[in-house]
Each structure stands twice: as structure tokens, then as C-alpha cells.
């Protein structure tokens, strides 16, 4: 038993308290109640997923700060709270999580690792004895209506976070995508930034990196080769893109390109990974004009975005992809990672 300074709080007819609980502590308390697989009131969590549990117990172990509240529905009987104080046992499945099951999940797997983990303070709101229909619209609530950040600005705020918190693959991705969007390059204008004027035509922030990401993490492809550093990659893909580019000559910033659309980017990125890369590693060269040798584009066969359309999101950068593959031909060079 621990007691907590707490601050009630009414909102409408809900009331619930606000408190600060040490990660131990919470987990010890906290459970997840899944919906349709637990019989019991108030069960309205999915199925954990363990990939969100390994990277939020991957940022509570580089020291990331948990500032919003994990919302708790309190089965154990009533709260006892006096003096400005609530008491909190340390009984199991004490308190049913509402919101917040991958973090206290990603918490308790941190604490296995490091036991300092567990004096992290955690904010937390509980609500006592709610009903499965409580539950479950408070859960709707802040599942739809209290939406997180867009993609795109979580991967902008990279650039400005500290690097000890965010994930080097994709600050590595963004580091990138920075560079071939920059001034003459082949993405210059067409890469969306969050908040930008909305237009026709672009590829959003979050669509870039997640798709260059997966070459550049530690260990990927490009790892692999040997073509590690950061200015290598930003040559590399800038050379594969701008060798795209030049194929098409005045029309690149035709708004018909599809490449200037997120399944051509993607689909880009696709064969550049599955094709590409080998070729470039046969010839020794990462080099533009080995690029452009290796793809036969002309102006009767260029790839348009209404080709595509209609298409669903897989559909599309599959089409993409394969319509690379039938360009594609092969030859010979000599020198390694000539950029």
C-alpha cells in the first residue's frame, strides 16, 4: 500500500482522479482486460502487439519521457482517499487499463532490463468501477476524437528532438529524404511537408522515410554492402532518383509523373531494393549513368500516375514496381561504390 497526492476531477457526469504512480508500482496494478477474450466488466482492450512493446521499453531504456496519462478503471472496491491522499494497494489486476496498455507493457519489459526504470514517475487517471459501456466509449474517445500526432510531423520533429530518443534508422531515412528534396534535386518542391499548403502532386514526409527507411537501418542492405555512411547514401539515392529524372526530361514535374505520387515513390524505392542494388553491386557502381544505362524509359514508355489510378495502395506500387522490372536491362562496370 502506497499513498499518492491525487486531484479529483469532474467532467460532466465522470468523475476520476488524477495522480503520479512510480512505474513499478503501476505495473504491478495494472492489467489489460481484451475484448471478447476476457469475460469480464469493462474489457475493451485489444490484442497487445509486441513490436510497439519492444520500442516503447527500447525509449523508457534511453531515458524518454511518459508525460501523458495512462487511464485506469479501478475494480478492486473503492479507493480510499483522505487528506488529500489516495491510497493504492499492490494486489494484481487491480485496475483495468483504458488507455495505455503498450506503455505499461513496454514499461514493465524496460524494468526486466534496468530496475532503475521502475522509479520513473507515471501520470495516471482512474476512474473506479466503470461498466463495459463506460469502458468502451472513454476508450472511442481517446482512440478517435484525441488522435495522435500526423506522421509526417513526428518524423519533421526528428531533426530537433535529441538523437539518444528517436529511431536512427529513421532520423537517417529523414537525413535523406532532406537531401533529394533539396535545391537541384529531383525531389526539390515535391516532398510534403506537415502543414504545408495542400497541393496536387507530392509525397508526403512520413511516406519518404518509411520507404527509404527499411534500406538504411543498421544492418539493412545498404549496411550490408558496405555503403554505410550517411553522404554515401544521400549520393546514392539521389544518383537513382535523378537518373529517374532525366528519363523523363520536361515531364518529371508533369503532375501526371507518377513518381511524384506516394505508390510511384514507394514502388521507386521497392525496385531500387529488389533490383537495383544488385545490379549496381555486379557493376561495382552506384553511379548515375550506371543507373540509367540499367533502365530502358523513353517517352513511349514513361509511367503515369493515370495509369495507376483506381488502383488500391498495394496495387499501385506492385504496378510501379513491375513496370520498373520490364525497363530494366543489365550490363557491366568496373569500379565499387563509384558514386
Known amino acids: 500500500m502506497a499513498d499518492y497526492p491525487y486531484i479529483p476531477v469532474k467532467q460532466g457526469d465522470d468523475e476520476f482522479i488524477l495522480t503520479a504512480i512510480p512505474a513499478e508500482h503501476l505495473v504491478k496494478i495494472a492489467y489489460a482486460a481484451v475484448r471478447r477474450q476476457d469475460e469480464e466488466e469493462g474489457a475493451v482492450q485489444r490484442i497487445l502487439n509486441n513490436s510497439r512493446i519492444s520500442g516503447i521499453r527500447d525509449f523508457a531504456l534511453k531515458g524518454g519521457d511518459f508525460p501523458a496519462s495512462i487511464v485506469l478503471n479501478w475494480v478492486k472496491g473503492p479507493l480510499r482517499k483522505q487528506n488529500g491522499k489516495v491510497s493504492v494497494g499492490e494486489g494484481d489486476r487491480s485496475a483495468q487499463i483504458i488507455d495505455g496498455q503498450h506503455r505499461v507493457a513496454g514499461l514493465q519489459a524496460a524494468i526486466e532490463e534496468d530496475n532503475k526504470v521502475g522509479r520513473i514517475v507515471v501520470p495516471v487517471a482512474i476512474y473506479e468501477n466503470l461498466d463495459t459501456p463506460k469502458s468502451a466509449r472513454i476508450f472511442i474517445s481517446i482512440n478517435t476524437e484525441q488522435r495522435p500526432a500526423p506522421k509526417s510531423l513526428v518524423f519533421d520533429l526528428y531533426g530537433v528532438a535529441g538523437t539518444d530518443l528517436v529511431d536512427p534508422g529513421a532520423l537517417r531515412a529523414g537525413d535523406i529524404v532532406s537531401f533529394i528534396s533539396g535545391p537541384d534535386q529531383p525531389y526539390e518542391g515535391w516532398i510534403k511537408l506537415p502543414n504545408a499548403k495542400r497541393q496536387r502532386g507530392g509525397v508526403a514526409l512520413s511516406t519518404a522515410v518509411s520507404a527509404i527507411k527499411p534500406l538504411v537501418e543498421e544492418k539493412a542492405i545498404l549496411d550490408q554492402i558496405g555503403a554505410i555512411e550517411l553522404e554515401l547514401q544521400k549520393q546514392i539515392f539521389s544518383n537513382y532518383f535523378s537518373a529517374l529524372a532525366d528519363k523523363y526530361g520536361k515531364y518529371w514535374s508533369d503532375r501526371n509523373n507518377a513518381f511524384l505520387y506516394a505508390s510511384g515513390f514507394i514502388g521507386a524505392v521497392e525496385f531500387f531494393r529488389t533490383k537495383m542494388?544488385?545490379?549496381?553491386?555486379?557493376?561495382?557502381?552506384?553511379?548515375?549513368?550506371?543507373?540509367?544505362?540499367?533502365?530502358?524509359?523513353?517517352?513511349?514508355?514513361?509511367?503515369?500516375q493515370s495509369e495507376v489510378k483506381g488502383r488500391g495502395g498495394s496495387d499501385a506500387v506492385t504496378y510501379i514496381r513491375e513496370r520498373l522490372q520490364e525497363a530494366f536491362v543489365g550490363k557491366t562496370g568496373k569500379q565499387r561504390f563509384k558514386v
Not at 291 to 304: Q, V, Y
Open 277 to 304: 542494388i544488385d545490379y549496381c553491386r555486379v557493376t561495382d557502381s552506384f553511379e548515375k549513368e550506371t543507373m540509367s544505362e540499367a533502365l530502358e524509359l523513353s517517352s513511349s514508355n514513361l509511367i503515369f
